[in-house]
């Protein structure tokens, strides 16, 4: 439901902030808002439209209302949403904030707002939700306006993956609708919503009383809600064909292309029919991954499951076909022989009843193997979308500040001297660098995610080894930390074990040590494991340490004890992946207390 509710929203935002002027107001305000409210649902109107809001906000800054300032400001940002400009979107929301930095003042819920609805229309979930979370924190209790517009968010975006939270933010919004009556029809039509992807008939039943009587009593001109509440009665009334023809006909404003999917996705999971669920599941991936094009690298490689379900299914009724017919002949060979009748009777029904239930155990685990696979690409839909994030956050920082400083040396009205434009120029060099160290690190993490096993067969000097992981560390170090060898082993102890694999897993815990340690130390320590055989490496800091509940997490993909630290998230899960394929373990201490200690153990 993101296109209409987007408008919704960009309305509230207009009405709530100074609302409808008054017959008192100045007659240049009201020509202004008028023409603004006219041109923001006019579909060809661009460039009347940032005019006319170019002047309401001249408007607003003379007469110093600085909120309605930025929520016109933010209305900019959903305009550019809905007219498919991501990109203009980020870059507007960007721009409002330096202007509250200037102006002194901190409407971040707009800002925050804003950008989880630019991540909401690319169809990445996760950063929408951190987003309108961050918006909720930083919205006043008392801004009824804000409060509705990111309640009725968070519900909207949950309801097809958690509809049970997305149920409780939908009540938040339902009790702030009594004080504005002309947004209960998108509260009932969106907890019909959730009811649907709750699969709860019950709930669906009441909401569609609800909206259905709102409706009747308010005689609305528009047509929001009722076509894909149609959809949900046919549903749960078992008239699958009918919801999908309706899904189809294109007369459903209130979905956008990915809530068209989920939607179909839902009835065929409710119909049981799996395999096209599954096909729903690819086309909503594809579009996702349309979305997000241009954040990305177009040589990222998609991993798709290939199931070929119509020649399963076609494969499948011939055996049927043939069965039937073997079974007809055997029966009629056999009624010829009267004196066999009643064997042959019984013998033909127990026949058919072994066939029937064979073919039912076949049509069960086709079942169950289309449930897997369909599960598979969801699991897979998820780690793409985690693996967007965290690759469009570091890359966004470096290439702003690139962008930033490209344009202020390429416009001759800034007026900058030698000594700042080789600064900048200086910023440029060092960021385009750091983007390519993290594409290069990207190359080295699939080169590595490629490795089944390692050559164990090196003889490897272990003081060496150490010293070198030493001389790395110190590179990135920069004399800020005290880092020490800790030796243990008799002199000259080797270890027959793959050596670069075994480096990178000692340079990874030290490069993470030296990322959460401010101040103190850093000791690797190396030593013989007497009681149960093998060596033992540990590397051990002074620095922010983690969480008890988050000691096992920071070994899974993309997990940060510090989402906005440098990172992708992945070090730790390749090093420990690496340590078990060369038949050790890599875990974390959670008896010390000072910071963190990771401990290596590989066979001697």
């Known amino acids: 439901m993101f296109r209409r509710i ?40 661009e460039a009347e439209f940032y005019e006319a809001s170019r002047q309401l906000l001249d408007y607003y800054r003379r007469h110093d209302k600085l909120d309605s300032y930025y929520k016109i400001r933010q209305n900019d940002v959903l305009y550019a949403i809905d007219h498919g ?60 306006g804000a409060l509705i517009s990111i309640y009725s968010r968070l519900a909207s975006l949950q309801s097809t993956r958690e509809p049970h939270e997305a149920w409780q933010w939908n009540e938040k919004f339902g009790q702030l609708t009594r004080k504005y009556p002309d947004y209960q029809k998108i509260y009932y039509s969106l907890k019909g919503q959730i009811a649907f992807f709750m699969g709860d008939r019950q709930r669906f039943l009441q909401a569609d009383r609800e909206f259905q009587q709102y409706v009747r009593q ?23 064909a009918e919801a999908l023809a309706l899904l189809d006909s294109g007369e459903m404003p209130e979905l956008d292309l990915i809530s068209v999917h989920d939607v179909k996705d839902h009835i065929f999971q409710l119909q049981g029919r799996y395999d096209l669920a599954l096909q729903e599941s690819y086309r909503r991936r594809d579009i996702r991954d349309s979305l997000n094009s241009d954040l990305l690298y177009d040589n990222i490689n998609e991993v798709n499951a290939r199931m070929g379900l ?3 299914h076609e494969r499948t009724a011939l055996e049927r076909e043939q069965m039937i017919r073997a079974t007809a002949h055997e029966r009629e060979r056999w009624l010829a022989a009267v004196i066999v009748l009643l064997v042959v009777g019984l013998s033909l029904v127990v026949s058919r009843y072994l066939v029937r239930r064979r073919y039912q155990k076949r049509l069960l685990k086709k079942n169950r193997e289309l449930k897997l696979a369909l599960d598979h690409a969801q699991e897979s ?17 470096p290439l702003n500040v690139i962008t930033g400083f490209a344009q202020i040396i390429g416009n001759s009205d800034f007026q900058i001297d030698d000594a700042e434009r080789n600064q900048m120029l200086s910023e440029i060099s060092r960021n385009s660098n750091e983007i390519t160290d993290i594409v290069n690190y990207l190359l080295v993490l699939s080169d590595e995610a490629s490795h089944q096993s ?35 082993l008799p002199a000259g102890t080797t270890l027959i074990s ?28 190396v030593r013989e494991r007497t009681a149960h055989g093998g060596i033992e490496f540990t590397v051990a800091d002074t620095g922010i340490g983690i969480d008890r509940q988050n000691q096992e997490k920071v070994f899974e993909p993309f997990f940060k004890v510090d989402p906005f630290k440098q990172g992708m998230g992945l070090g730790l899960t390749m090093a420990r992946k690496t340590a078990e394929l060369l038949g050790g373990t890599l875990t974390l201490d959670p008896s010390y207390t000072k910071g963190a200690r990771f401990v290596v153990v590989l066979p001697e």
């Open 6 to 45: 987007l408008l919704f929203v960009a309305l509230l935002l207009l009405t709530e902030s100074h609302g409808q002027p008054p017959a008192t107001a100045d007659t240049t305000f009201s020509r202004l808002y008028q023409r603004y409210y006219q041109l923001y649902g006019k579909p060809d109107g």
């Open 85 to 144: 400009r991501a990109s203009q979107a980020i870059q507007l929301t960007f721009e409002i904030l330096e202007e509250m930095k200037q102006d002194g003042v901190k409407y971040y819920h707009l800002v925050y707002t804003s950008l989880g609805t630019v991540y909401e229309s690319r169809g990445n979930y996760r950063m929408a939700k951190h987003y309108y979370t961050m918006g909720l924190q930083n919205a006043e209790p008392t801004d009824s």
């Open 218 to 240: 308010r005689h609305f001109s528009d047509n929001y809600g009722i076509a894909i509440m149609q959809v949900f009665r046919h549903a749960f009334r078992g008239q699958y």
């Open 310 to 312: 119509t020649q399963l």
């Open 381 to 397: 839909d998820r780690m793409k979308t985690a693996f967007i994030q965290h690759v469009s956050h570091e890359i966004r920082t």
């Open 454 to 488: 390692y050559d164990c067969t090196e003889t490897i000097d272990a003081d060496a080894l150490c010293r070198e992981v030493m001389t790395n560390a110190e590179a990135i170090n920069s004399e800020h930390l005290s880092l020490k060898l800790t030796n243990l």
């Open 498 to 525: 793959n050596r670069h694999a075994l480096l990178m897993i000692l340079d990874q815990l030290m490069k993470n040590a030296i990322k959460f340690t401010t101040e103190g130390r850093i000791e690797l320590k």
